[in-house]
């Protein structure tokens, strides 16, 4: 079977392709801001807390590192719904994303925690420190040097995984490629330079990364 390519009608809709593409890293680095807050929140939780508080925690990060991450996206956008609480798929998204992030970079911070020897949290408060003021100043910044390397990980994770919005109605990079390929019916060719701009987003991502690490890390 004959298949003629026709690239003219994907480079009229680039600039809205790239739009979407800025709409798809602006989701992923808030529901990582997000999830980096209240990651750091389970880890302590898990590592400190008893009772309901330790149990909540721990029912967060189970579910959110346990189930799929469509599952995650279809409740907040359909099962809240029930209750009377409709998102838009911008919400959708960003708090589907931020839930999972912060289930899974829980994890990452609390063996960050466990990296740690213990002996620092007792001679910060031994200084004058308040526990929290040992957390902020000494160890959460510790902890986020260690786990570094997977929060990027997570951010391409968050990226890449945001195309999922298209199934609740969000017109990040994925959605707009759906939209503009069922108007032209160019499927190939759409998807072909949607992979591209992905490609380059990743890349930019991991590239920035680096040269914060070699900053942040040159001593």
């Known amino acids: 079977m004959e298949y003629t390519f026709h690239w003219r009608p994907v480079f009229r809709a680039l600039p809205d392709l790239l739009d979407a593409g800025l709409l798809t890293l602006q989701v992923a680095a808030l529901s990582m801001v997000f ?5 750091l929140g389970l880890a302590i939780i898990r590592l400190n807390a008893r009772g309901p508080l330790l149990w909540a925690a721990s029912t967060w990060i189970e579910l959110a590192r346990n189930t799929p991450a469509l599952f995650q996206l279809f409740f907040f956008g359909f099962g809240l719904g029930a209750f009377g609480w409709h998102l838009s798929p911008y919400a959708i ?16 911070f609390r063996g ?19 526990a ?22 997570q951010m391409v ?25 069922s108007k032209t019916f ?10 591209v701009i992905y490609y380059v987003i990743v890349k930019l991502i991991l590239a920035m990364s680096r040269l914060l690490a070699m900053r942040l890390f040159r001593y």
């Open 35 to 39: 999830g980096v807050v209240f990651g």
């Open 93 to 108: 998204v960003l708090v589907g994303l931020s839930f999972n992030n912060a289930g899974y970079l829980a994890e990452n």
């Open 112 to 130: 960050g925690f466990k990296a740690l020897p213990p002996t620092q949290l007792r001679a910060a408060r031994s200084l004058g420190m308040t």
């Open 132 to 153: 929290t003021q040992a957390y902020i100043r000494i160890i959460i910044p510790q902890v986020l040097r260690i786990v570094y390397h997977p929060m990027t990980n």
């Open 157 to 181: 994770w968050a990226v890449l995984m945001s195309s999922l919005g298209m199934l609740v109605g969000f017109r990040e990079l994925s959605g707009e490629t759906q939209f503009f390929a």
């Open 186 to 195: 160019r499927i190939f060719e759409y998807f072909a330079v949607t992979a």
